[in-house]
C-alpha cells in the first residue's frame, strides 16, 4: 500500500514563504514522478510543479515559476516544494501527487497516488 503524507501548511503573510513536504511510503521513492497540484475553495485542482525519478528534470505552472521551487531527495523518500513571495491567490489545499512512471505530466488523472493534502492560507 502506498502512502503519501503531506505537511508543512499554515498562515502565512503575503510575501513570506513556506516549505512543504511529502513523504512517500510502501514503494521505492525513487521510481516515481512526483508532482504538486492545489485547489482553491469552488476551484478545480490545478497543476504547481513536477519532478520527474531524474532530479533534473522539473516543470512548472506559468503562476508560480520563479517563486517556487520543487525538489526531491531520494534517500529520505521525500518531496519539497519551497514556496516563496507568497500571495493570497495562492491560498489552497496542497496536494502531494505520485506517479509510477517516468515523464512530465500535467493532469490530476495522471497520477496513480495522492497524499490527503495540507492547506495554506496566505493572508493579505
Known amino acids: 500500500q502506498v502512502q503519501l503524507v503531506e505537511s508543512g501548511g499554515g498562515l502565512v503573510q503575503a510575501g513570506g514563504s513556506l516549505r512543504l513536504s511529502c513523504g512517500i511510503s510502501g514503494r521505492t521513492f525513487s521510481i516515481y514522478t512526483m508532482a504538486w497540484f492545489r485547489q482553491a475553495p469552488g476551484k478545480e485542482r490545478e497543476f504547481v510543479a513536477v519532478i520527474r525519478r531524474n532530479a533534473g528534470i522539473t516543470s512548472y505552472a506559468d503562476s508560480v515559476k520563479g517563486r517556487f521551487t520543487i525538489s526531491r531527495d531520494n534517500a529520505k523518500n521525500t518531496v519539497y516544494l519551497q514556496m516563496n513571495s507568497l500571495k493570497p491567490e495562492d491560498t489552497a489545499v496542497y496536494y502531494c501527487?505520485?506517479?509510477?512512471?517516468?515523464?512530465?505530466?500535467?493532469?490530476?488523472?495522471?497520477?496513480?497516488?495522492w497524499g490527503q493534502g495540507t492547506q495554506v492560507t496566505v493572508s493579505s
Open positions: 501527487a505520485a506517479k509510477l512512471n517516468s515523464g512530465i505530466y500535467y493532469y490530476t488523472e495522471n497520477y496513480d497516488y
